[in-house]
């Protein structure tokens, strides 16, 4: 099994909100929901993510941070939520009940009811259309101008992802025992 997670150069974040647009096309969203899959929040003074005051400028995207002990997946009362090959935690369309438990769980504030679907969907990192076709970049990747998104798996020591956590400092946001797999990279300067 693998473990796929995602790494931010934040700083260089332009708040374009290409990766936006990118993720709702590639995943059928209406292009203006808000905070649907992955977003790009304005840091202001006493944000949660306050620890990363000292280096942003301003903008920190955000998504579901595919954790190993997801709260999320803990409380469905149905197993709806689990991970999948690839260490993605995804969840079943057809057998969520709505019960917005694990809307409640979520420390990130990562899930939202798709109305259309009539589910709590959330980032999957592209699992059921790009990496299911065999490609190893998810969408917001590689519309990204500033190219600030490293994405793989983490256990491939050949991967950039992990090549880049090997040589830069970095910041998680771990709530409990959670294990999220986001990082925030530290400026070099």
Not at 35 to 56: C, M, P, T, V
Not at 67 to 77: D, G, M
Not at 95 to 118: G, S, W
Request: aromatic residues 10%; hydrophobic residues 35%.
């Amino acid at each position: 099994m693998a473990q796929y997670a995602m790494a931010f150069d934040y700083e260089l974040c332009i708040n374009c909100r290409a990766c936006e647009v990118a993720c709702k096309e590639e995943n059928g969203i209406i292009r203006g929901a808000d905070k649907h899959r992955l977003w790009i929040e304005i840091q202001e003074n006493g944000a949660d993510f306050s620890d990363l005051s000292q280096y942003s400028e301003e903008f920190l995207p955000k998504q579901c941070n595919q954790c190993t002990n997801a709260f999320c997946e803990a409380v469905c009362p149905v197993d709806a939520i689990s991970h999948d090959k690839n260490g993605i935690v995804i969840t079943s369309a057809d057998a969520c009940i709505l019960c917005m438990k694990c809307i409640e769980a979520c420390p990130y504030h990562a899930r939202y009811v798709d109305d259309e679907r009539k589910f709590v969907d959330k980032c999957i990192f592209c699992s059921d259309t790009r990496l299911a076709r065999g490609e190893t970049t998810v969408a917001c990747q590689v519309t990204c101008p500033a190219k600030l998104r490293y994405f793989g798996d983490i256990d491939d020591e050949n991967s950039e992802i992990s090549r880049v956590l090997k040589t830069r400092e970095y910041i998680q946001f771990p709530f409990g025992n959670n294990i999220p797999h986001l990082y925030y990279l530290k400026p070099l300067t």
